[in-house]
């Protein structure tokens, strides 16, 4: 038997810090654990919610199932080819020290995805990205179980369907449950220094001829000053994904409004920044209640302290209907609704 608490409060379990209960709570620091709990579950008749550190969920009312925390650790060198390394970490290792732990054995790679909350077994889900890279770049694999036939099944880059803030097991939610992913790294830096502000950060600390670890320490310093720390006030990162829209529809919102932010795709469409379609708007640090929109970074909704999750959602559907009525862009929510 795993042991499972009852009506166990979510609050330290979601960086949007909701206080919602769940019905049944438990952990699970290996495989047999994992197994273990889904059994019980199904002969207990109750669902599973599998969630690693809670930063990408909005939960809008109390679990009605049991939620099976993932905190399994462990990370391993499985290859090692002079240049070329393939890394494996468990799913419940936290992200962002499994990064710096990469950088300091001299492995490049994750340099870009640096101080990203949550866990490495959620990472693949929407495929994380930052600052130009995603983990589709550096994916070597991964280990789930189906929770529909109990089988283990090893992914390759190419079964994962990995997309802009998408992937297969987004896609299919509840049905794979990743145990362990697989990192092909290099000793060699591929540097991507284009994307935003990172390229001016370095030259600014002045670093010229940049490593991987002066890469990650410039994202964590322009991140710590654009982005509100979860542990100060409620947040999931980016609520809304940027809308890749037709080029047409770009070209429309062009023409009545000049400073749109857009990056053409190599499909022709086109990507807006969702979060200045939002400022435009006048959303940025807009409150009501105790939910709001932040006010240095208008994709990102906040909770000041007793916001519930139906009001955190009410907000977004009310941004949503307002950025569709004025631009005629939809926006989806990034962050998964419970
Ligand atoms: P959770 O929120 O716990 O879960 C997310 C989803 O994955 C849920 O549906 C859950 O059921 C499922 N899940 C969790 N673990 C597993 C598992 N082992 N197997 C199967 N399903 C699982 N995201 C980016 O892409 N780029 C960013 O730059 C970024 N910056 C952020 C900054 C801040 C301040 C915050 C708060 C969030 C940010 N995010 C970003 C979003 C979030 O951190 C990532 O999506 C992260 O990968 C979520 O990991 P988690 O462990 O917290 O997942
Ligand atoms: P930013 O640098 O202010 O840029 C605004 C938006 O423009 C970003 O969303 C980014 O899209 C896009 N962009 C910027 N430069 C681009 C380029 N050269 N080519 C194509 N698109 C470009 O963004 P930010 O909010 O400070 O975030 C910085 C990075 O961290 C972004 O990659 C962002 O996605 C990521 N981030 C994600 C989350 C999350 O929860 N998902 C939270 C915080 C930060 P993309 O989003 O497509 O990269």
Known sequence: MTSWQERVSLKPYNTFGIDVKARYFTQAHDDAQVRQALAEA??????????????????????????????????RVLQDDGDRVVVEAEAGEPWH??????????????????LIPGTVGAAPMQNVGAYGVEIKDVFAGLTALDRETGELRDFALEECAFAYRDSLF????????????????????????DYGPVR?????????????????????????????????????????????????LAEQIRERFPGVVAYPQADGQVKLAAGWLIE???????RDGDAGVHRLQSLVLVNYG???????????????????ERFGVELEME????
Not at 97 to 114: I, K
Not at 280 to 286: E, I, L, R, V
Not at 335 to 338: A, D, K, S
């Open 280 to 286: 435009q708007a006048g959303w940025k640090g807009y």
């Open 200 to 248: 001016q950060r370095l030259l600014e600390q002045g670093v010229h001829a940049p490593t991987a670890m002066a890469i990650s320490e410039a994202i964590c310093s322009i991140r710590r000053e654009k982005l509100p720390d979860p542990a100060e006030l409620g947040n999931a990162g980016s609520f809304f994904k940027n809308p890749v829209v037709t080029a047409a």
């Open 335 to 338: 962050p998964n609704l419970y």
């Open 97 to 114: 020290p499994f990064v710096q732990w990469s950088l300091t054995q001299g492995f490049c790679g994750l340099e870009n995805l640096s």
């Open 306 to 324: 007793r916001a519930s999750g139906a009001q955190v959602h009410d907000l977004a559907r009310r941004i949503q209907a307002d950025i569709y």
């Open 42 to 75: 199904i002969e207990r008749q109750v669902r599973v919610l599998v969630i690693g550190g809670g930063s990408n969920l909005l939960l809008t009312g109390d679990i009605d199932a049991l939620v099976l925390h993932m905190a399994s650790r462990g990370r």
């Open 170 to 193: 987004k896609r299919n939610p509840g049905r794979w449950l990743i145990l362990r992913v697989r990192f092909a790294l290099s000793r060699t830096l591929h540097a991507h220094l």
